[in-house]
Structure formats: C-alpha cells, structure tokens
C-alpha cells in the first residue's frame, strides 16, 4: 500500500488499463485472422507492438496529460497553473527488453509502471520518479487443458517472490486455437508457499483472478506488488531481463523542474521561484 507520500493518480491508470484493454482486443483478432498457435513469447511481443501504438496516439491526443492534471487536481485543490505546467506534455510509453535467462530471478517477466510523484512539503511542490514492479511467471495452457509446471529453479528462488510474484495466464477458447482469451492474472501474495502455487497450475484451481484492467489498477495504486527500490532493481529488472516497463513522463525523460515554490496570499497560490535543478 502506498505511504501518504505518494500521489494517488486513479484516472491517469484508468487511462492506461482502457488503452490496455484495447491492445488486448486488437491482438485477439490478429491471432484469430492471422496468427493461429501463438505460444507465450509471441503474444507478449505482439501485444507490446499493440500497446505501443495505442498509448503513442492517446499520448498526442493529450489524453495522459489531461488525466495527470484531472489527478493533479484533485490532490492539491486550490492550485492552478502550477499543476497545468507540471502536466503540460506528459506522454505514456511501453518498452518490452530482451529476454535472457530467469536463473537470477525465477520469472520471465518484471512488469514495472514508472510514474511521477508529486507531493507538497511544506511551500514546495516536488517531483520525483516513483515505480511499482511485478515478477510475473507468464504460462499458456496446452490443447490438454494444462499450464506449464514450475522448474526446480524457479521452485527454488520464489519461495522469498511470492509477495510479489503474479502468475500471467493466457489460454485458447478453441482446438484450433484461434480464440485467444483475455488474459488472466493471479496474485500470489497470498500463497503461503511455491507449493501451493504449483498446485493451482497443476489442478488449473484459481480463486480470485483478476483481468489486466485490474491489475493495472491495483499495481499503479501500490495494492499489489512492490514499491522497494532495491527488489525491482534485483528482481523484477535486473539488467538483461525479460522486461514490459509502462512509464508516464515527459518527452525528454525529465519533468520541467524538480520542485516549485509556492506561497498562499489571500487565498490565492502565486508561484515564487522555479528551481531549475534535479535532484
């Protein structure tokens, strides 16, 4: 769960599950018409293909920005164009790294949403990049009607994941396997061992799955996953590591400035002094 210290931002991740969503529905008709029998590594490169170019045209609509400044506002009522500047251009972009090898982590997927926090502290608005990461184990049931078992490696390492760790399953509605579900997701933070999860893959018993309009939600609002700076960087992206990172930033990469001053006089808020260095 999220500290105080982070910036709630519902619509802007609302944004991003629609366009999510969408991605996914664009990709199931593709496979049905094109690309029957596509295994795990191909529906996750062609769905990033999808999003990629979903979120480029929302983006240029200005459609994030909006959402950000919607957030914005809610968090600091009584601001105004201070909150306008620091959304003014806000883009969403998805990046799909390489594969390697999963002995270092135990999954074959991180899933990161990177986003900036904007807080108040005190007669300074700052900002500063805060990121919430998933290890995912991404399966694809057979024409048997089976998932894909744990290797020993992975039952091994994930004991110490499983808070979180996410199980990403994608399955045919048909033989043919033509009819690519939407795909489901479950949370394993409340596993109380890999054993367990090794059970729900082998008797295909999930309670509690959630679509990924949810778990977009749920990650980019600190509910599940996590938020530890060390965890991400070791486990979820460590360098070379099969990665979808989803990230809300400026096209530059850096946000306009890193604090504003603020002062409230006769209740109105007047900007003071801009800092133009990062911290």
Same mark, same amino acid.
């Given at each position: 769960?999220?500290?105080?210290? +982070?910036?709630?931002?519902?619509?802007?991740?609302?944004?991003?599950?629609?366009?999510?969503? &969408?991605?996914?529905?664009?990709?199931?008709?593709?496979?049905?018409?094109?690309?029957?029998?596509?295994?795990?590594?191909?529906?996750?490169?062609?769905?990033?293909?999808?999003? #990629?170019?979903?979120?480029?045209? +929302?983006?240029?609509?200005?459609?994030?920005?909006?959402?950000?400044?919607?957030?914005?506002?809610?968090?600091?009522?009584?601001?105004?164009?201070?909150?306008?500047?620091?959304?003014?251009?806000?883009?969403?972009?998805?990046?799909?790294?390489?594969? !390697? !090898?999963?002995?270092?982590? @135990? @999954?074959?997927?991180?899933?990161?949403?990177?986003?900036?926090?904007? +807080?108040?502290?005190?007669?300074?608005?700052?900002?500063?990049?805060?990121?919430?990461?998933?290890?995912?184990?991404?399966?694809? #049931?057979?024409? *048997?009607? *089976? $998932?894909?078992?744990?290797?020993?490696?992975? /039952?091994?390492?994930?004991?110490?994941?499983?808070?979180?760790?996410?199980? =990403?399953?994608?399955?045919?509605? %048909?033989?043919?396997?033509?009819?690519?579900?939407?795909?489901? $997701?479950?949370?394993?933070?409340?596993?109380? %061992? +890999?054993? &367990?999860?090794?059970? $729900? =893959?082998?008797?295909?018993?999930?309670?509690?799955?959630?679509?990924? %309009?949810?778990?977009?939600?749920?990650?980019?609002?600190?509910?599940?996953?996590?938020?530890?700076?060390?965890? /991400?960087?070791?486990?979820?992206?460590?360098?070379?590591?099969?990665?979808?990172?989803?990230?809300?930033? $400026?096209?530059?990469? *850096?946000?306009?400035?890193?604090?504003?001053?603020?002062?409230?006089?006769?209740?109105?808020?007047?900007?003071?002094?801009?800092? =133009?260095?990062?911290?």
């Amino acid at each position: 769960m999220f500290s105080s210290k +982070v910036l709630k931002i519902s619509n802007t991740l609302r944004c991003l599950a629609e366009c999510w969503l &969408e991605a996914e529905e664009s990709l199931r008709r593709d496979i049905n018409n094109l690309y029957p029998l596509a295994d795990e590594e191909f529906i996750t490169k062609m769905f990033h293909g999808k999003y #990629k170019e979903i979120l480029r045209e +929302v983006s240029e609509q200005g459609l994030i920005k909006d959402r950000f400044l919607s957030d914005l506002r809610v968090a600091f009522p009584g601001l105004g164009n201070e909150l306008y500047r620091i959304a003014d251009g806000l883009i969403a972009e998805v990046s799909l790294h390489r594969r !390697t !090898t999963e002995r270092i982590t @135990g @999954g074959d997927l991180g899933f990161v949403i990177i986003r900036p926090n904007v +807080v108040r502290e005190y007669d300074y608005l700052k900002i500063k990049d805060h990121r919430t990461g998933l290890l995912c184990q991404a399966k694809l #049931k057979n024409r *048997k009607g *089976k $998932w894909g078992q744990l290797s020993a490696n992975q /039952i091994k390492v994930l004991q110490d994941r499983l808070p979180y760790l996410a199980l =990403l399953l994608y399955s045919y509605n %048909d033989q043919e396997r033509r009819y690519l579900n939407p795909f489901k $997701w479950k949370i394993c933070n409340t596993a109380k %061992d +890999v054993k &367990e999860v090794q059970n $729900w =893959l082998k008797k295909d018993e999930f309670s509690g799955l959630l679509l990924s %309009d949810e778990v977009i939600f749920q990650l980019g609002s600190g509910y599940i996953g996590t938020s530890n700076k060390e965890t /991400i960087s070791k486990y979820i992206s460590p360098a070379q590591n099969n990665l979808l990172v989803i990230k809300i930033t $400026w096209p530059d990469g *850096k946000p306009p400035f890193s604090e504003i001053y603020i002062e409230t006089n006769q209740n109105t808020v007047q900007e003071r002094q801009i800092k =133009l260095h990062f911290r």
